[in-house]
C-alpha cells in the first residue's frame, strides 16, 4: 500500500510519500509560502534526487496539486499514475476528547475536527483544508486523521483537571490534552523495543525537543501525564514560547505594558522562551555556540532550559514510582549532547547516568547513550511521526476493504 503522509500548516504542507508495506519513504519535502507570493517547492527523493524550484501556490488546494504532480513527475517523481496513491494519512492537531486513536475521514470526523478549531485555531483549519484538497484532487482515495493529542487521552483526571472552577471544564473544555503525541508513542516503542520488553511492562520519560517541546510520562505503554497541556504553550522552555509561569504574571504585565489580549498572546507564544531569555535567537545551536563563548544570556538561556527538563524527570519519575527508561528525541534532543547532558546531570540518586563519550558522539542518530551501572536506560531516538500515521492509515483503510 503506497500512502501519502501530509501536515498541512498555515503557510506550508510537509509531505512524505511511503510504501507502507516495506515502511520505506520513497520521496518527501515541503511547499511553503502558500499565498504568500514567491512559494517554493522543495523535494527530495529516497535515491537522493533533489530539487527546489519556485511554484504557484495560492492556496492549499494548489500546494497539494503540485505535490502530486512532483510525485508522478517523470524526472523526480516515484509513481507513474495518480492510482498509486491508495491513501492519505493526514497530521491534525487536536481532536478533542473524542478521538482518542486515529480515524478514517468522513463528513462527521471533519465536523468533529471543526468542532476543534477553537482549540487549535491556528492548526486544524489548515489540516480541514488539505482534506478538502484531497477529495478533490483524489476522488475515491480514503483519508485518515492522526491526532497529535489522541495518545494523551489516556491521563487519569487528576493529571488533566486543572484548578479552576470545575464549571470551565463542563462548558469550554478546559483541560490539559497534550500535543506530540505521535512523536511520544514512537519513540516510546522504539525503546522498549531496543530493552526487549513489551511496553505495557516498564515506564518511559519520553523528552521530545524541538522548536516546541514536551514531555511524557507513559505507564505501562499508557501517558498518564504530559507537560504541554491546554495549549502548546504549556511544560518546557521552548524557541519562542515560555512554557510553565505564575498566570498572575500575564496578568501584571498586560496592565503594567498596556497590551491586548493578543498582543499578550504573542508575547508568551513569539518573543519568550530562549529567544526572550538570550535577546540572541530561538535556535538552540547558535545558543550553544554563544554560551561557549561566555555571552551570559545564552548561558542563562541553556540553564534555564536543561533545569526545567531536569524537574520535570523528577516529577515523572514520582508520579510512576520510578522509570526504566528515558527517550530524547526531536531536533534538540537528537542533536544536543549537551542538553542530553546537562539535563541529565545530579540525577545518579534516580539511577540515571550516561557514558559522556557515546553521548559526545551520538548527533542524528539512533543510540543508547547510558553507563555500564544506570539502572534506567537512556536513549537517543530520531522520531518519525509521518511513519506512524503511514501506519495508522494503512491499518485504518485495510479494516475496510
Do not use: W
Amino acid at each position: 500500500m503506497k500512502i501519502l503522509v501530509l501536515n498541512s500548516g498555515s503557510s506550508s504542507v510537509k509531505y512524505k510519500f511511503f510504501d507502507a508495506v516495506e515502511n520505506v519513504c520513497h520521496a518527501e519535502g515541503q511547499v511553503e509560502r502558500i499565498g504568500m507570493g514567491g512559494s517554493l517547492l522543495h523535494h527530495k527523493r529516497l535515491d537522493g534526487d533533489r530539487i527546489r524550484i519556485g511554484v504557484e501556490a495560492t492556496d492549499h488546494a494548489q500546494a497539494i496539486e503540485t505535490v502530486i504532480a512532483t510525485l508522478l513527475s517523470r524526472n523526480h517523481g516515484v509513481i507513474a499514475d495518480k492510482t498509486e496513491i491508495d491513501a492519505v494519512g493526514h497530521r491534525v492537531a487536536h481532536g478533542g476528547e473524542k478521538f482518542t486513536r486515529s480515524a478514517l475521514v468522513t463528513d462527521e470526523v471533519k465536523d468533529s475536527i471543526r468542532d476543534c478549531i477553537e482549540l487549535a485555531p491556528l492548526h486544524n483549519p489548515h489540516n480541514l483544508r488539505g482534506m478538502e484538497a484531497c477529495e478533490q484532487l483524489l476522488p475515491g482515495v480514503p483519508q485518515v486523521a492522526v491526532f497529535d493529542t489522541a495518545f494523551h487521552l489516556t491521563m487519569p483526571p487528576h493529571a488533566y483537571i486543572y484548578s479552576v472552577p470545575y464549571i470551565l471544564y463542563q462548558r469550554y473544555g478546559i483541560r490539559r490534552y497534550g500535543f506530540h503525541g505521535t512523536s511520544h508513542r514512537y519513540v516510546a516503542a522504539k525503546a522498549a523495543e531496543k530493552l526487549g520488553r513489551s511496553l505495557e511492562e516498564i515506564d518511559i520519560i519520553t523528552c521530545h525537543l524541538g522548536n516546541g517541546c514536551s514531555m511524557a510520562a507513559i505507564h505501562k505503554g499508557q501517558s498518564v501525564d504530559t507537560s504541554m497541556g491546554f495549549t502548546p504553550l504549556e511544560g518546557l522552555v521552548m524557541g519562542t514560547r515560555c512554557g510553565d509561569l505564575d498566570p498572575a504574571l500575564v496578568l501584571h504585565v498586560m496592565g503594567k505594558e498596556n497590551l491586548t489580549v493578543s498582543e499578550a498572546t504573542a508575547m508568551l507564544n513569539k518573543h519568550s522562551g530562549l529567544a526572550g531569555i538570550s535577546g540572541i535567537s530561538s535556535d538552540m545551536r547558535e545558543i550553544e555556540e554563544e554560551a561557549a563563548a561566555g555571552q551570559e544570556r545564552a548561558v542563562l538561556a541553556l540553564d534555564i532550559f536543561t533545569y526545567r527538563i531536569r524537574k520535570y524527570i523528577g516529577a515523572y519519575a514520582a508520579a510512576m514510582g520510578g522509570i526504566d527508561a528515558m527517550v530524547f528525541t526531536g531536533g534538540i534532543g537528537s542533536n544536543s549532547p549537551l542538553v542530553r547532558a546537562r539535563s541529565l546531570d545530579g540525577l545518579d540518586f534516580l539511577g540515571i547516568s550516561i557514558d559522556t563519550d557515546v553521548n559526545t558522539k551520538c548527533i542524528g542518530c539512533d543510540a543508547e547513550i547510558t553507563s555500564e551501572e544506570s539502572r534506567v536506560k537512556v536513549f537517543a531516538i530520531q522520531t518519525d511521526e509521518e511513519l506512524v500515521i503511514a501506519l495508522d492509515t494503512k491499518r485504518i483503510v485495510s479494516s475496510f476493504q
